[in-house]
């Protein structure tokens, strides 16, 4: 094998290794936390909170009924308040 | 198209920022896994990078492409975490060792010869300095051209071509110490 097909065999392995990287996407959730760091950026618990909470619609978030799956961190965020005037954000207490 | 978003991202609009957001998120998302292997850091990084799209919308030329310029704060995202993680490597070892939790390869399949070859690239690129790395996945990953990597790391095209070599001088004896071991394997690369 001369030195050009060596390297090409090598080129092949190193884009075949990373291709698999071309297919990941990140988690839903990602959305909701940008979103959230965006709408209150110095509650970096409540990011966390809103990122367990993985739901949204379309580029923007959607919280739908998170009751049921959530129960304790919906309770929490109702509690605090976080969720209200956030037009986009629905909580759907059970 | 990204010239209107920029546009309206600088006036204030945050549904341009949705917008961008949905247009890049892969990119940003796989380069961040790419280079860091930890999801966790990916996830952080891409939401830093558009907080800083978000927060340095005004400084962004929209007549040029906003993808080297996420590209560009992907990576100096990610060497901020590589710094960082140097610190913390020790507490988050025994964290990882507490929760089991393993590194972000997407797997190969490991019960063919050729998922153990692609598991073994894989492998080597990971253990590159975070800068080789980059221009690793640059390259290979996101199929750019020298002179775009090298505009986008602010490198000599001298330097990203350099990079390259090492990267796949690292790979050829890595495998040529495998075919030694496994020779198997040896067809691969005769």
Same mark, same amino acid.
Not at chain 1, 65 to 93: H, I, K
Not at chain 2, 48 to 53: D, H, P
Not at chain 2, 114 to 132: F, K, S
């Given at each position: 094998?001369?030195? !050009? ?6 080129? *092949? ?8 990287? *071309? ?7 990602? *959305? ?26 379309? !580029? ?35 | ?33 790419? +280079? ?13 990078? =558009? ?23 992907? +990576? ?21 060792? =507490? ?35 980059? +221009?690793? +996945? ?53």
């Amino acid at each position: 094998m001369n030195s !050009h097909n060596f390297k090409d065999d090598i080129d *092949a392995l190193l884009w075949e290794g990373l291709r698999p990287y *071309a297919e990941v996407v990140p988690p839903e959730a990602a *959305a909701i936390r940008l979103w959230a760091q965006l709408q209150q950026p110095s509650r970096p618990r409540w990011q966390r909170l809103l990122g367990r909470l993985g739901l949204y619609q379309g !580029h923007m978030p959607v919280l739908l009924d998170v009751s049921e799956l959530f129960p304790y961190e919906a309770r929490e965020l109702a509690f605090t308040g976080l969720l209200q005037n956030q037009r986009r954000l629905t909580l759907l207490m059970a | 198209m990204d010239n209107d978003l920029i546009e309206r991202l600088q006036a204030g609009d945050l549904e341009a920022l949705g917008e961008l957001y949905h247009q890049y998120k892969n990119l940003v998302y796989r380069t961040a896994l790419a +280079v860091t292997h930890d999801e966790r850091a990916a996830e952080d990084i891409l939401q830093e990078c =558009f907080i800083r799209l978000h927060t340095y919308a005004a400084k962004v030329d929209g007549t040029r492409p906003l993808a080297p310029w996420l590209y560009r704060a992907t +990576v100096n995202l990610a060497y901020d975490w590589a710094k960082k993680r140097r610190w913390m490597q020790p507490v988050e070892d025994i964290l990882e060792w =507490f929760s089991g939790s393993q590194g972000a390869f997407p797997a190969p399949d490991r019960n063919t010869e050729r998922g153990e070859t692609v598991r073994l690239v894989q492998e080597v690129v990971a253990d590159l300095p975070e800068v080789h790395r980059a +221009v690793v +996945v640059l390259f290979y990953l996101e199929n750019l051209p020298l002179e775009e990597i090298s505009q986008i790391l602010d490198l000599p095209v001298g330097t990203v071509k350099s990079r390259l070599y090492y990267a796949r001088e690292r790979l050829r004896e890595t495998l040529a110490r495998r075919q030694r071991l496994v020779p198997e394997m040896a067809y691969e690369f005769t």
